[in-house]
């Protein structure tokens, strides 16, 4: 299971090319999903379909929120936590209204540099929000 989005580099626009690339799929699969993409503390693409309910920006933030916090995607944090009978609350003090332990984000990490943003999606089964990103970009090598 990928926990990181590995690359060389990282621009806003290849933040809109991955965004529309994962829009793309979604209407493809007939999907309504909201996507964002955030480099450093920036977002550089969002997009939330119609349809969907108006707390969905408040889902990607806590996913983000995870995700930059254990620095690997949000469904890795979810399946170690249930492997592991934690949680988020409990066991690392983190409150639901910041977090959540919901698939669907994946850290962007820049060879040399480390983590520098995050790619969400939200709107779909949490495993089925972070398969998306990874389906929608077969050029980018995660790990």
């Known amino acids: 299971?990928?926990?990181?989005?590995?690359?060389d580099q990282f621009t806003n626009r290849m933040a809109l090319d991955m965004g529309l690339a994962i829009i793309e799929l979604a209407r493809?699969?007939?999907?309504?999903?909201?996507?964002?993409?955030?480099?450093?503390?920036?977002t550089v693409f969002e997009f939330i379909d119609n349809d969907l309910s108006?707390?969905?920006?408040?889902?990607i933030r806590r996913k983000v929120n995870t995700t930059l916090?254990?620095?690997?995607?949000?469904?890795a944090v979810?399946?170690?936590l249930e492997q592991k009978g934690k949680t988020l609350a409990a066991d690392f003090g983190l409150s639901d209204?910041?977090?959540?332990?919901?698939?669907?984000c994946i850290p962007i990490v820049v060879t040399g540099a480390?983590?520098?943003?995050?790619?969400?999606?939200?709107?779909?089964?949490?495993?089925?929000?972070?398969?998306?990103?990874?389906?929608?970009?077969?050029?980018?090598?995660?790990?």
């Open 1 to 7: 299971m990928e926990r990181q989005l590995i690359t």
């Open 69 to 75: 916090n254990f620095a690997e995607s949000s469904l």
């Open 28 to 42: 493809k699969r007939d999907a309504r999903i909201g996507v964002s993409i955030r480099r450093l503390n920036q």
């Open 54 to 59: 108006a707390d969905k920006a408040n889902w």
């Open 97 to 104: 209204d910041d977090y959540i332990a919901k698939g669907g």
């Open 114 to 143: 480390g983590l520098i943003g995050t790619i969400t999606v939200t709107g779909l089964k949490d495993v089925d929000d972070h398969q998306i990103i990874v389906d929608a970009l077969p050029d980018f090598t995660f790990v």
């Open 78 to 80: 979810r399946l170690d």
